[in-house]
């Protein structure tokens, strides 16, 4: 089966620009999850969806931060505007509805802020 | 809140040797632990994970771990070490009885020397 798809891989912009990535999830799961992993550091959550409903959105700085599962299948990320410190690899996950099932995740977006 | 240690940055072994890597977690209720591999800009590979049943638990590519509710760890190991082995490894949990997140270790780097 085709596994996660991400978009880009790579972004480098300015401090204060906008970015967006996107996320193709595996067909058929009802779980989408985006985490930040910053280097030297374990992924982080940033917000998890089930279908097109946000589950946990605790640790997404919401001032700059927003994300969206249109339809309950692809995601998109935003940050507006970015800052130095949202330097990170940021990757998707999915996984079928559950906890206990383990999650699949993308290649990541490595973004780059300068 | 739950959390996971892993308190080795880096493992450093010689092909044919075994591997051990450790976790140690925290939670309120009843743990559910993952572990997975990552390799140099690649997402995440789920190994292997403990929900319930058998402590000790099989995975891909010849790893497994045993799970110790009393030490409260779930360590990772290999009987003999591949140098293809040597990636970014990461240990996971989830608190069921209070949150859904999934939270990550810091994660450890091991090197398989041939």
């Known amino acids: 089966e085709a596994g996660v798809a991400q978009s880009p891989r790579y972004k480098i912009i300015e401090k204060r620009q906008s970015v967006a990535f996107w996320c193709n999830p595996i067909?058929?799961?009802?779980?989408l999850y985006w985490y930040q992993q910053i280097l030297g550091q374990g992924p982080k959550l940033l917000i998890q969806?089930?279908?097109?409903?946000?589950?946990?959105d605790s640790q997404l700085p919401k001032d700059r931060f927003s994300a969206e599962r249109l339809k309950g299948v692809d995601s998109t990320l935003k940050i507006q505007p970015a800052k130095l410190e949202d330097s990170a690899v940021y990757l998707c996950?999915?996984?079928?509805?559950?906890?206990?099932?383990?999650?699949?995740f993308g290649p990541g977006t490595r973004l780059t802020v300068l | 809140a739950q959390s996971v240690a892993q308190p080795e940055d880096q493992v450093n072994v010689a092909e044919g040797n075994p591997l051990t890597v450790k976790c140690t977690y925290s939670?309120?209720?009843?743990?559910?632990l993952f572990w997975y591999v990552q390799y140099p800009n690649r997402g995440l590979q789920f190994l292997l994970k403990?929900?319930?049943?058998?402590?000790l638990v099989k995975g891909s590519y010849g790893f497994e771990a045993e799970f110790n509710k009393s030490q409260t760890s779930f360590h990772l190991k290999k009987p003999s070490a591949l140098v293809s082995d040597s990636a970014l490894y990461f240990c996971?949990?989830?608190?069921?009885?209070?949150?859904?997140?999934?939270?990550f270790g810091a994660g450890t780097t091991v090197t398989v020397r041939a």
């Open positions: 996950a999915s996984s079928p509805a559950g906890a206990y099932n383990e999650q699949f």
């Open positions: 067909s058929g799961h009802a779980t």
């Open positions: 969806f089930q279908n097109n409903g946000v589950v946990d």
């Open positions: 939670v309120s209720g009843n743990p559910y």
């Open positions: 403990y929900i319930t049943g058998d402590n």
């Open positions: 996971a949990v989830r608190d069921m009885l209070r949150d859904y997140k999934l939270s």
